[in-house]
Nanobody, 126 residues
Framework: VQLQASGGGLVQAGGSLSLSCAAS????????MSWFRQAPGKERELVAA????????YYRDSVKGRFTISRDHAKNAVRLQMNNLKPEDTAIYYC????????????????????WGQGTQVTVSS
């Protein structure tokens, strides 16, 4: 599967952005799909994930209640709706796919994901 991320930009604190990850070569329903982010000088961290063909989702604590991950089956894409953005959300955001959903997404790392899209920059000004 090939992944193409889009939708980043510059927004003021409290604003919203919607990221999209378009897939080609396979269906997004085949994979556990995720969004990671990486800020300058920091490790890449898992932000949100959605299980293949299922209702399970995962969010890191700092984005719970503000971010929503969902599938757009018509466009074969995964979206990340980000509301009430904060300056600490500033990072390059990457979409990624893996074959399975293990018990504890909190233990996942970037190395567990086989497929990656290019990053899209999100900048939140204070």
């Amino acid at each position: 599967v090939q992944l193409q991320a889009s939708g980043g930009g510059l927004v003021q604190a409290g604003g919203s952005l919607s990221l999209s990850c378009a897939a080609s070569g396979d269906s997004v329903s085949t994979y556990t799909m995720s969004w990671f982010r990486q800020a300058p000088g920091k490790e890449r961290e898992l932000v949100a994930a959605i299980r293949q063909r299922g209702a399970n989702t995962y969010y890191r604590d700092s984005v719970k209640g503000r971010f929503t991950i969902s599938r757009d089956h018509a466009k074969n894409a995964v979206r990340l709706q980000m509301n009430n953005l904060k300056p600490e959300d500033t990072a390059i955001y990457y979409c990624a796919a893996r074959w399975s959903w293990s018990v504890s997404p909190t233990s996942w790392s970037a190395a567990d994901f086989a497929y990656w899209g290019q990053g899209t920059q999100v900048t939140v000004s204070s």
